[in-house]
Nanobody
Framework: HVQLVESGGGPVQTGGSLTLSCAAS????????MGWFRQAPGKEREVVAA????????YYADSVKGRFTISQDNAKNTLYLQMNNLKPEDTAIYYC????????????????????WGQGTQVTVS
């Protein structure tokens, strides 16, 4: 079982930066993949970025490519999302997620591909 706790959200001005952290209680190296998702008011939860354990695979939504970077520190059991050049449309609750079941890599880009979720952290860009 994995518990995930996000932190690092908050208010930020347009063009600013934030780094989100997701601390895992279990060994995230045992997760097949981990991802960041976001959900804005009135919208469905959408993938922001995903990374596959073992390295070599990362995925970014088109809307964040070149601005956001996903990374993980296995020694600290922590997943990160570095967000630069933030825009008002990035405003949302951001969730981290872990998949322990495996499956095709594209499954890591979908909400249904994940077993464990954090409680979310609010990011507000104005």
């Amino acid at each position: 079982h994995v518990q995930l706790v996000e932190s690092g959200g908050g208010p930020v001005q347009t063009g600013g930066s934030l780094t989100l952290s997701c601390a895992a209680s279990g060994q995230i190296t045992k997760s097949y993949c981990m991802g960041w998702f976001r959900q804005a008011p009135g919208k469905e939860r959408e993938v922001v970025a995903a990374t596959r354990s073992g390295g070599g695979h990362t995925y970014y939504a088109d809307s964040v490519k070149g601005r956001f970077t996903i990374s993980q520190d296995n020694a600290k059991n922590t997943l990160y999302l570095q967000m630069n050049n933030l825009k008002p449309e990035d405003t949302a609750i951001y969730y981290c997620a872990a998949n322990s079941r495996g499956g095709p890599w594209p499954r890591c880009f979908t909400v249904n591909g994940y077993t464990y979720w954090g409680q979310g952290t609010q990011v507000t860009v104005s």
